[in-house]
């Protein structure tokens, strides 16, 4: 019982950082995914190799570069060339490249999963080129892809945790502010593993309930 009610009293104190949390996960998916999606296109774009190479740079980085590597590289390394960024926005940055150099691959599956059968339609149709992209194929692929982005998602919230390291005042960092202060390092970090699993459980109900759904409407069409 002394750990439930240590639990009790720090709560309050734990919320702020769980909100940042939430707040970074939330900023990092709403700007990655839809980089993920340009970086996507951009690596489809047979007939314009300099987009293929750009995508193609920015998405190796980020997939290639651990997340905490990239965190301090923008942190400490934008200041020596004169951009001074908060530490939030340097997670938001840097969470938001990561997000959407690995949601970019599952787009780029999402594409290729299209059945041949749609873009020959779609060519049949006489939508060509983009049009044909943008009208037949894209939203095949979107609805593809839904369910890894989905479990992407989670993935993004549990590294939010990784942003502690440059001083974001997310669940992590209060964590360590009361475990530093009442020296109760077990009890204080166990409470945030708790509520990082009940928000991870929270999101894969989600994320299943999502497939379940479209996996229906897979049937019906």
């Not at 309050?12 to 709403?30: E, H, I, M, N, R």
């Not at 293929?52 to 570069?65: D, K």
């Not at 749609?118 to 037949?136: M, P």
């Not at 390291?165 to 077990?186: D, G, N, Q, R, T």
Request: net charge positive; hydrophobic share 55%.
């Amino acid at each position: 019982m002394d750990m439930l009610n240590q639990w009790a009293e720090w709560l309050p104190v734990y919320l702020p950082g769980l909100l940042v949390s939430l707040q970074l996960t939330g900023l990092a998916l709403l700007l990655g995914f839809p980089l993920g999606l340009l970086f996507a296109v951009m690596a489809e774009a047979r007939k314009f190799p300099p987009l293929q190479w750009i995508s193609f740079f920015f998405v190796e980085i980020g997939r290639g570069l651990p997340a905490l590597v990239l965190l301090y590289l923008l942190y400490f390394s934008l200041p020596g060339v004169g951009i001074t960024l908060t530490s939030l926005t340097t997670a938001v940055i840097a969470m938001t490249w990561n997000t959407g150099a690995y949601a970019s691959e599952y787009f780029r599956a999402g594409i290729a999963a299209v059945p041949l059968g749609q873009r020959e339609a779609a060519l049949t149709s006489g939508l060509r080129g983009w049009t044909g992209f943008r009208a037949i194929i894209l939203p095949q692929a979107l609805r593809i892809s839904t369910p890894p982005l989905a479990g992407l998602a989670v993935l993004v919230f549990q590294a939010s945790a990784l942003a502690f390291v440059i001083a974001v005042p997310e669940l992590m960092s209060k964590a360590y502010e009361v475990s530093s202060i009442s020296f109760e390092y077990l009890s204080a970090y166990l409470l945030a593993a708790v509520i990082y699993g009940s928000v991870t459980l929270v999101f894969l109900g989600l994320v299943r309930v999502l497939e379940w759904r479209l996996g229906r409407h897979l049937q019906r069409s």
